[in-house]
């Protein structure tokens, strides 16, 4: 069991960079695959990146693939998202999940695989 928080959003201009934290605010990230995902206004929750649980696999979205790099820190029971070149269309809540599983090096990108989420942090990109 994990309960999850997401920081580090905020308004930015294209070109620049961000970092955004996803916190273990109960339990601990032990035994759970995690990932990214975010949601613009009026559209549908996209995948952006995935880790696997022992953080030997990643998995990125082809729209931020070379600009976004998803990482974990399980003895601080944190995941980390480095966005860098940041783009108007990266506007967006994003939202931290977590997915239990027994597969040490398998990435999820469903958003009906994860059964714990964030609340989510907005991250705005200005042209």
């Known amino acids: 069991q994990v309960q999850l928080v997401e920081s580090g959003g905020g308004l930015v201009q294209a070109g620049d960079s961000l970092r955004l934290s996803c916190a273990a605010s109960e339990g601990t990230f032990t035994g759970y695959a995690m990932a990214w995902f975010r949601q613009a206004p009026g559209k549908e929750r996209e995948f952006v990146a995935a880790?696997?649980?022992?953080?030997?696999?990643?998995s990125d979205a082809d729209s931020v693939k070379g600009r976004f790099t998803i990482s974990r820190d399980n003895a601080k029971n944190t995941l980390y998202l480095q966005m860098n070149s940041l783009k108007p269309e990266d506007t967006a809540v994003y939202y931290c999940a977590a997915k239990w599983t027994s597969i040490a090096t398998m990435t999820f990108r469903s958003p009906g695989s994860f059964g714990s989420w964030g609340q989510g942090t907005q991250v705005t990109v200005s042209s």
């Open positions: 880790i696997s649980r022992s953080g030997a696999s990643t």
